[in-house]
């Protein structure tokens, strides 16, 4: 059996890397005879987190968006090659922080790379995949700069770009998800964390069960 792709999207403090630790926890709770893989992009190798290091420090103009999509795309098609493709091969749950979706806001909604060049790298660095599964966690633009600032954010480069690039940002998750909503499902992450859980955990729960996966009952 093929495994399942789940990626995570949304601007910065959306909550992405606490809701998908809880549904880390719940899989291996609740779900039978099976692996998980839990990655991030840029990043999941070693070459590819360098990369990571190179496009979120330094100056905001550090790199033109072509150079941002470019520099993504590479990384991407080393994490694809030899950590995503592989889990998924072996029937493997792999669960990851960004994908495609944030290249084509990030660099192109927002940073003016065409959909047609950005589709073009997605074919190159992907071989074909595509997520099962995108959640987009939802959030006003200054709600989710706010958090960044409690908790010391780590990606400084991209959260100093200003009000007007987030609320953008925002903007190109919300139309690609009404462009693509067979894929990308749309959760309210402003509410209490539990609340925003639980509607990550239906949301997979629901995924997991339609594949085949077997769902402990509630009280094994």
Known sequence: MRGLFITFEGGEG?????????LKIWIEKNCEKFSLCVTREP???????????LLLTGSIQKWQ???EAMLVSA?????????????????????????????????????????????????LSCNGLVPDLTLLLDVDSNVGLARTVERGGS?????????AF????????????????????KIDAARPLDDVSRDVISIVKELLTAHGFKIKEPNR
Do not use: M, W
């Open 14 to 22: 959306s909550g992405k890397t606490t809701q998908i630790q809880r």
């Open 43 to 53: 990043g999941g190798t070693d070459d590819a987190e360098a990369i990571r290091g």
């Open 65 to 67: 968006p072509a150079t």
């Open 75 to 123: 990384s991407r098609h080393e994490h694809v090659v030899h950590v995503i493709q592989p889990a998924l091969q072996r029937g493997h749950i792999v669960i990851c922080d960004r994908f495609i979706d944030s290249t084509h806001i990030y660099q192109g909604f927002v940073g003016g790379i065409s959909g047609e060049v950005l589709d073009g790298l997605d074919k």
């Open 155 to 163: 990606e400084g480069r991209f959260e100093a770009k200003g009000e």
């Open 166 to 185: 987030h609320q953008k940002v925002r903007q190109g998750f919300l139309a690609r998800a009404k462009k693509e909503p067979n894929r990308i499902i």
